[in-house]
């Protein structure tokens, strides 16, 4: 298994730029996401990792070694598409057994390695039925022990779960999961679902437009996004986004939303444009004598937990609270922030301001 | 907007019951939302109320009248699918008037313009009414399209899964506008899905089904709190209930098999040992996957907890639910 190390990687199509300039470091026996919306460049990434498109500038090192403009076949690595691809007149242990038998090893050698790639993935009892009959399920299982079975120095992953259905895919990202926890082998997987990439990665690089817009941990990143393209993809709901009154100094420790004052981490960064205000749902609280209010437009039943849609004059706030809690709609209430959690972004170019609180993520994100 | 029920109704395609025996009451006004997982019979009885299929046995009522031999036109029901369906050389307007215009209703054009207005306006789409169908965004094209059946004043409608094909951000918005459309012209519902979300936070009552028939039928907050079987248990909640023999903690009503225990409901800090697998950070939430005895329980923790995977953590069950060896829940 290897490390991978992106630097400075850039693609262009024509006149169309892809990728504008990557770099990222994937450790050894890491589960790294690639995570954006469709035409942000996180599959092309993936493909000049794996070799399947030639970067225009840039080195990309695998286990040492500077591979950018090498054939896929000599990267050693193992690629796994969304739509996968089985032989479909071979039955499951041969379409497993293909790639070893391709590159000459004995009989006895394919028998052992299968039924130990088999057992890994639960599939021993299909081993000889045909690729036709099977569940979307069972073929993403020996689609993912054929990648498997050559033992690669890493894995490659395009949205694999992305054709299955809600529930099935929450069941097998599980069970992807866990099966890295098992093998500890370095994975690069694309996703354009956040949720996904929380659940799954060690890491995930948020892309937007060919640019990587934030790298790191999925805590760091949903509790200090870098920028508001960050704070609003990541999360369900999102972060709340609210226009705030002047401009920040450093030093500065609260903002003002109309005649509200509200507490903020120590900002070390100054602006004279305008500023926003960034919370998470689960940061706002209700506070009958709180000078902010607003009034409540929807809630949403979760279980133990609900949504309440709130309208202020700085816009619109989603909380996450209690289903215990009896919220009525048109309501009016007072909102409270939690003053520890707070991120405020320059409005024009939707970079997050430095403060006490986010320095520590942004400093190596 | 009327009542419609249904009487012990089947419904066969040659050896397979899609729908079993069926009896199940929608109030007027009420947002009635069918759950359950591909092939429960959700679709099929939608299509058997709007007139697209027949059953095999049993009676339909709208609004107390007998439909079971009315044609789809007759039986005064609109639906919208999940696939939006425009038609892509008319104008928004043209497509939202279309229904309207049909020989059946022959609707006067100043009534059209007026209905055609006041469901843009509830749809943000007033702004749009000109644009061709082609020229809109996913969601403004499924807007159209459940505008469409809106202008109608139906006796009910029946929406199959219309949130399904658009993208997180944007179900979650039409989530509360549907709903909040539904309450401002207390309309009635019938509302086909798999996911959980839409059911909870927008229905006034769930029906989950399972293999054609109705196993529960009741508000969202019954349904997540007090469900008969395990199977409805199972069907709410995110992550999902934990399934356990009662033999793991002991002290369980008599004739008790399985315990199910929602992740929030694992007490953590006491009783037995149990291990730390993964540690899930979502953001919002951090989940704890444990192992204890050979059996997965997942709970959900501090958000930014100290926990690691290896570690050590008690845990002892709290407000349990109990089920005997057929699944049914103990009360």
């Known amino acids: 298994m290897a490390e991978i190390v992106v630097k400075n990687v850039r693609k262009e199509f024509g006149s169309f730029t892809a990728v504008q300039s990557s770099s990222f470091t994937v450790r050894d026996g890491e589960f790294f996401m690639l995570l954006g919306p469709s035409g942000c460049g996180k599959t092309t990434t993936l493909r000049m990792i794996a070799g399947l498109e030639l970067p225009t500038s840039g080195e990309i090192w695998i286990d040492g070694e500077e591979v950018s403009q090498k054939r896929a076949s000599q990267r050693d690595i193992a690629f796994v598409f969304q739509m996968f691809a089985l032989y479909p007149h071979l039955n499951v242990r041969n379409n497993i057994s293909y790639p070893l038998v391709s590159q000459g090893w004995s009989r006895a050698k394919v028998r052992a390695k299968v039924a130990e790639i088999a057992g890994i993935l639960d599939i021993t009892d ?74 799954m990665g060690d890491k995930i690089v948020v892309m937007n437009h060919g640019v990587i817009e934030q790298f790191g941990t999925p805590q760091d990143i949903y509790d200090w996004p870098a920028t508001l393209f960050v704070a609003d993809f990541i999360g369900s709901p999102s972060m709340n986004i609210l226009r705030t009154d002047g401009a920040v100094a450093i030093g500065q420790r609260e903002v003002r939303l109309g005649d509200a004052v509200i507490d903020v981490p120590e900002q070390l960064a100054e602006t004279g444009g305008s500023v926003v205000l960034g919370v998470r749902p689960e940061h706002v609280a209700l506070d009958d004598n709180a000078p902010c209010r607003g009034e409540v437009l929807a809630t949403e039943y979760l279980g133990t937990t609900q949504i309440v849609t709130l309208s202020t004059a700085f816009g619109d706030v989603k909380m996450r609270t209690s289903s215990g809690t009896g919220i009525r709609v048109g309501e009016r209430v007072g909102l409270t922030f939690d003053a520890r959690t707070l991120s405020l972004f320059d409005a024009k170019t939707g970079k997050v301001l430095l403060s006490a609180a986010n320095r520590g993520v942004l400093a190596h994100g | 907007m009327a009542e419609v029920v249904l009487s012990g109704i089947t419904k066969r395609f040659g050896a397979t019951v899609a729908v079993d025996a069926m009896s199940l009451t929608i109030p007027d006004g009420a947002f009635v939302v069918l759950l359950g997982p591909t092939g429960a019979g959700k679709t099929t009885t939608l299509r058997l109320i709007s007139g697209l299929e027949h059953p095999d046995a049993g009676e339909i009522r709208i609004g107390g009248r007998l439909v079971n031999r009315e044609s789809p036109a007759e039986r005064d029901v609109a639906m919208v699918f999940q696939q939006y369906s425009l038609y892509p050389h008319m104008t928004v307007r043209e497509n939202l008037a279309f229904p309207l215009r049909s020989p059946i209703l022959r609707t006067p054009e100043d009534v059209i313009k007026r209905k055609v207005g006041a469901v843009a306006e509830v749809l943000r789409i007033a702004h749009k009414l000109d644009n061709k169908a082609t020229q809109l965004s996913g969601g403004e094209m499924q807007r159209v399209s459940i505008g469409r059946a809106l202008v109608r004043d139906p006796a009910i409608y029946l929406m199959d899964e219309p949130l399904s094909s658009l993208d997180a951000k944007l179900r979650a918005e039409l989530r509360i506008e549907l709903k909040r459309i539904q309450a401002q012209l207390g309309a009635t519902v019938l509302y086909v899905t798999h996911d959980q979300i839409e059911a909870m936070t927008m229905a006034t009552h769930v029906g989950v089904l399972d293999h054609g028939r109705l196993v529960q039928f009741g508000p969202p907050r019954e349904i997540y709190e007090a469900p008969v079987n395990l199977t409805v248990a199972s069907r709410l909640g995110l992550p999902r209930i934990n399934t356990l023999p009662t033999s793991l903690f002991g002290d369980a009503p008599a004739g008790a098999v399985t315990m199910g225990l929602r992740p929030e409901h694992v007490h953590q800090g006491e009783g037995k040992p149990a291990t730390v697998v993964r540690v899930e950070h979502l953001g919002d939430q951090t989940r704890l996957h444990l192992t204890l005895e050979g059996h997965d329980i997942v709970t959900l923790t501090d958000v930014h907890t100290h926990l690691r995977a290896g570690a050590t953590l008690p845990i002892r069950p709290r407000d349990a639910l109990f089920f005997d060896a057929g699944g049914n829940r103990i009360m």
Do not use: C, N, W
Not at chain 1, 144 to 163: C, H, T, Y
Not at chain 1, 182 to 198: I, P, S
């Open chain 1, 126 to 199: 299909i081993l000889e039925k045909p690729v036709g009959g099977l569940s979307s399920g069972d073929r993403q299982r020996v689609a993912l022990a054929r990648a498997i079975v050559r033992d690669p120095k890493a894995f490659m992953m395009d949205e694999p779960l992305g054709a299955l259905d809600a529930e099935f895919r929450e069941r097998m990202a599980e069970e992807l999961r866990a099966l890295h926890d098992r093998m500890g082998a370095t994975t690069v997987y694309v996703t354009h679902d956040q949720l996904e990439a929380m659940q």
